[in-house]
């Protein structure tokens, strides 16, 4: 297992973590991701720490702690040989206070997130979604705060603009707090838009890229293929998918070119997907998931090998969208002088 440096800071992590998502399976949607128990996850939880995968993603929202109270009974007699990551801001209860990243939300949510997954720190504690109504300022206090307490060691975000973590990382240094060291973004073949942003922001300001649903929901998973239905177990066929529409040409496209190189590097299309993320700039992990023994060793297949340049840029060329244009043109909103 090959380790990165996440970002600017001083920790070294594997190139793959285990999402934890599927644990629990409560409620409609994360039913779809899966429904994995206690046993099982003991199981896939050993699976990985003999491939030298010792990093562990959650979050407080998956299953509503659910995934955290498994994952903890999972791990128990490990702590201090894994990575621990879990995540707050979303919405955990009816009462106001109970989302958010305020300083009132963010203690409470840290300290249920300890209880939960039964340990007295947090390697990597994640603002799940920027929260638009709390004060930066006010969030990362909080966080600092944790920080000291020595209930968290490491902070970093997901899902955020890079406005949202520019104006964090500016903050964090305005007043000598903690930084963001990670972004937790969604990033596939199929979803390249963090390289417009939050790419060129990640390399200027040593924010390392955690990739989350690196598969696309599980449509670069190899089972989808032309003029064929949805495989029924998919998390898309059960409502549990994410992101927008993907045009049919365009995905089909992609997946001829996926199944090409899968051919010559004797691999699957979903390792040659995964593949092709570790050679991006920023990546220091990707968060695969699995419903089951088979889905997670066929996912840790994905490393010990690379691409060729030639490879990836087959793949590059084949995925490839054009950024969105932020400034219309000229033309279009020129003003004519007055006669």
Not at 128 to 151: C, M, N, Q, W, Y
Not at 204 to 227: H, M
């Amino acid at each position: 297992m090959e380790f990165r440096q996440l970002g600017g800071s001083g920790l070294k992590v594997p190139v793959l973590s285990f999402g934890t998502g599927t644990f629990g399976g409560t409620g409609d949607f994360f039913k779809a991701w899966g429904n994995t128990q206690v046993d099982e996850a003991t199981k896939l939880v050993g699976l990985c720490m003999d491939a030298g995968l010792n990093f562990f993603d959650t979050a407080n929202v998956y299953s509503q702690g659910l995934s955290e109270e498994i994952l903890g009974k999972a791990i128990i007699g490990l702590r201090d040989k894994i990575i621990l990551s879990t995540k707050a801001t979303f919405r955990m209860g009816t009462q106001p206070n109970q989302s958010g990243s305020g300083r009132f939300h963010l203690i409470k949510a840290c300290e249920d997130s300890l209880r939960r997954l039964q340990t007295d720190y947090i390697d990597i504690y994640h603002m799940h979604g920027f929260d638009g109504t709390t004060p930066v300022e006010e969030t990362l206090s909080a966080l600092d705060d944790l920080i000291r307490a020595g209930k968290v060691r490491y902070i970093a975000c997901s899902n955020f603009s890079g406005w949202h973590l520019m104006k964090s990382l500016s903050v964090s240094e305005r007043y000598g707090w903690a930084k963001y060291i990670a972004h937790q973004a969604h990033y596939s073949l199929l979803s390249r838009e963090l390289e417009w942003e939050l790419m060129p922001l990640g390399v200027d300001q040593k924010v390392g890229t955690i990739v989350w649903s690196p598969l696309s929901a599980g449509r670069l998973g190899g089972k989808y293929r032309r003029n064929q239905p949805l495989p029924p177990e998919g998390r898309i066929a059960q409502g549990g998918g994410e992101g927008p529409a993907i045009p049919e040409e365009f995905f089909f496209n992609l997946i001829d070119v996926l199944d090409e190189v899968a051919a010559e590097t004797e691999k699957t299309v979903a390792q040659v997907a995964l593949n092709w993320l570790l050679q991006r700039p920023t990546v220091c992990n990707i968060v695969i998931g699995a419903r089951n023994e088979e889905q997670l060793k066929q996912n840790l297949g994905a490393v010990g090998w690379n691409l060729t340049l030639e490879q990836v840029k087959r793949l590059d060329a084949a995925s490839e969208k054009s950024p969105i244009s932020l400034l219309a043109s000229a033309e279009e909103y020129r003003i004519e002088s007055p006669s």
